[in-house]
């Protein structure tokens, strides 16, 4: 896996995936930033977002449970003080479909948590502390 990251001005960045995909990041206009992108730090959390959402569809299709929507929501805590890592990051899943079954939502986070998520199982290792809860909401 490879990316490139060239800097444009101030704090703003051009990022570009091994895949080909770009995004710009930028600092907060307290740190020479424009505002123009999410910050570095928001595109770990959305990545970690992103990859434990992946296993959770992938897991609900694999049951073939009737998913129509999933939304995960993340809120983390940061060190306050130099770095900045992230200490706590809580998930929240809600899951939409035609008669989806608790154990089934349940067992796809948790699956998704303790073995597939490489980014989650990546920062809890780094000693973050990572929690998820889910709602399910009936289509």
């Known amino acids: 896996m490879k990316a490139t990251v060239k800097w444009t001005d101030g704090r703003q960045f051009v990022t570009e995936s091994g895949s080909g995909h770009s995004v710009v990041i930028d600092g907060n206009p307290d740190h020479g930033g424009r505002n123009t992108g999410p910050r570095p730090m928001e595109m770990v959390l959305m990545g970690l977002g992103g990859c434990t959402s992946f296993d959770v569809i992938q897991i609900l299709e694999k049951a073939r449970a009737e998913v129509t929507d999933c939304v995960a929501t993340l809120e983390a805590e940061r060190f306050d003080g130099t770095p900045s890592v992230f200490t706590k990051i809580h998930v929240h899943f809600v899951v939409t479909g035609k ?3 608790d154990a089934v939502v349940k ?6 948590a303790e073995k597939y998520c490489s980014a989650s199982l990546m920062l809890s290792k780094g000693g973050v502390e990572i929690t998820h809860d889910y709602e399910i909401v009936e289509a």
């Open 99 to 101: 008669g989806l079954k």
């Open 107 to 112: 067992r796809a986070v948790d699956l998704s």
